[in-house]
């Protein structure tokens, strides 16, 4: 903070399409949306971006909406889901925005669809298997996007006492310039750039 700077209450609004994901998140009972600390971080990199932006993973569609709401006119959307119920309800809710997709499939259906500008990589099987098969999709210079980690300040990065394999892998991949974001005190992002 700057020293003349007076400290604010709230943080800035959510995007209405955020919301309405949320909202969807809430009457479903499903916990595992986006946190906005990362949202946002998807919003401003989806800003920078031209052409397709994918999500391996739509939940009820946090993370869909936040990219929407950074994306200029020049990208499109597509995001896959493997519970066609929970692919049907955010079509649903996509259904007034031409420049979002929601495909009722498991993500390797998405991979012909490729290049990426950029991938948010959020269904488990793809974070934990996919690191060759998204490289191979992800324009020079597109982003991939990882959540959900906690904060590792050791080399090489710990998780509950042993190596954390996963990130390791993503930091050294020669592939990638990779960096481990901390968008809150408890949470961090890699943030993975195709050389
Ligand atoms: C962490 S949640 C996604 C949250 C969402 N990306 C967001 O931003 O709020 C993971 C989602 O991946 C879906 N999923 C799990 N395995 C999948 C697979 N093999 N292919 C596609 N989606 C999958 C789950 O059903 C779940 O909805």
Do not use: H
């Not at 739509?58 to 950074?70: D, E, H, N, Y």
């Not at 269904?123 to 980690?149: M, N, Q, T, W």
């Not at 904060?151 to 990130?167: E, F, K, N």
Request: some cysteine.
């Amino acid at each position: 903070m700057l020293c003349d700077s007076q400290p604010v209450s709230a943080p800035p609004e959510l995007p209405p399409l955020v919301s309405a994901a949320l909202s969807l998140s809430g009457r479903r009972g499903f916990v595992s949306s986006t946190r906005n600390e990362t949202g946002r971080l998807l919003a401003t990199l989806a800003a920078s971006r031209t052409g397709l932006l994918g999500e391996l993973g739509t939940g009820c569609g946090v993370g869909s909406a936040w990219l929407r709401s950074g994306a200029g006119d020049n990208t499109r959307i597509v995001t896959a889901e493997s519970d066609p119920q929970l692919a049907k309800v955010v079509a649903e809710l996509f259904a007034d925005d031409e420049r979002i997709e929601v495909v009722s499939a498991d993500w390797t259906a998405l991979i012909e669809r490729g290049p990426f500008a950029l991938l948010f990589v959020d269904a488990r099987e793809a974070k934990l298997s996919a690191r060759d098969i998204i490289a191979d999709v992800i324009e020079p210079g597109g982003f991939v996007v990882l959540d959900d980690f906690t904060p590792s300040a050791v080399w090489p990065p710990m998780y509950q006492g042993r190596v954390d394999t996963l990130r390791q892998e993503w930091l050294m991949d020669t592939r990638f310039t990779t960096v481990e974001v901390m968008v809150a005190p408890d949470a961090a992002v890699l943030l993975a750039t195709r050389r």
